[in-house]
């Protein structure tokens, strides 16, 4: 059976995030090519709703049609009530009430907010709305670091390409992998991502020169040896402490997840180019063991290394 997604529309709406659902879950099929998903528009009582690219559009349903959703999306918003108020019309606060999945794209994370389907649950938004957003929902846990954030039936997500991500996440979560790699492929984009939107965050860095560029070179180009802290700070000739949090404000990530998400990406490349053994693709990544690899491989994309190499196997 078809899952019905609704995505609905308001004033304001960020125009890509808008045409996120009906694209990216558009595309998911079976492997004989029907479709696993449907996706409809609605605004409340059925009227246009404008953008600020300088159109509008009119959707072909009202709230009504929620009754008939597996899964609701939100998609961003660059202005309106919901973000300068923290409200919404009680109209849709009710119509989003009860429904098995709830998902947001960007700032539609404030319209779920204020809806009070975030409250004590954990969430995320753009990171440039993250400051505005906590103040006007302290009771949310807010996490602006990642891309988006899976808490059951609601779910959110990171601005902009985060919401790409996080609707094959949702693929990925209701039909597998398999299913999710060839939309993304469809979608002309990568199945995931490594790291959080921490390292898409403009950030001032205090200090001229002396940053962690050509220690994180010379890591890459030794992924296969132990590298702990004590040695990428040597090499940067700074201390621990001094190193971490430079890492950090360069990359967004500390040493340790960046290495090992570096390492992930190199045993990716080896399963895809080479007929090295599980074991020495361990070797060559870091990993040390083909049990470690496994654990790492399934925790950043889900699926085994031989999974991993039949999916995405080059000639």
Request: with cysteine; charged share 20%.
């Amino acid at each position: 059976m078809t899952h019905r997604i609704v995505v609905v529309a308001l004033n304001h709406f960020a125009p890509i995030d808008l045409g996120v659902p009906g694209q990216v879950f558009g595309v998911a099929e079976t492997a004989g090519g029907e479709k696993l998903y449907e996706v409809v528009t609605c605004s409340e009582g059925r009227m246009p709703v404008r953008c600020s690219a300088g159109y509008s559009v009119l959707p072909d349903h009202d709230l009504d049609v929620l009754d008939t959703a597996d899964t609701v999306v939100v998609p961003g918003i660059h202005a309106g009530r919901a973000m300068r108020y923290g409200t919404i019309s009680p109209t849709l606060a009710e119509a989003l009430q009860g429904r098995p999945r709830t998902m947001s794209i960007c700032t539609g994370a404030f319209v779920l907010a204020a809806a009070g389907l975030l409250d004590g649950r954990p969430a995320t938004t753009h990171w440039r709305d993250a400051e505005l957003f906590a103040r006007l929902f302290p009771q949310v846990k807010l996490d602006p670091d990642v891309l988006f954030v899976d808490d059951g039936d609601v779910l959110t997500s990171a601005g902009v390409a985060a919401g790409m991500d996080l609707c094959l996440h949702v693929i990925r979560r209701d039909h597998g992998s398999e299913v999710a790699n060839r939309a993304a492929r469809r979608c002309v984009m990568p199945p995931w991502r490594e790291g959080g939107q921490a390292q898409y965050i403009d950030r001032h860095l205090p200090y001229a020169g002396g940053g962690t560029a050509a220690t994180r070179d010379w890591m890459l180009a030794h992924l296969d040896r132990p590298l702990d802290l004590a040695a990428l700070a040597g090499h940067a000739r700074m201390s621990v402490r001094t190193f971490t949090r430079r890492f950090r404000d360069e990359t967004g990530m500390s040493p340790a997840r960046w290495l090992n998400g570096q390492r992930v990406q190199h045993a990716r490349r080896l399963l895809e180019t080479t007929d090295l053994g599980v074991e020495e693709v361990a070797r060559e990544a870091g990993f040390g063991t083909a049990v470690s690899l496994r654990q790492h491989l399934h925790a950043a994309v889900g699926v085994s290394p031989l999974a991993y190499r039949h999916t995405f196997r080059r000639p």
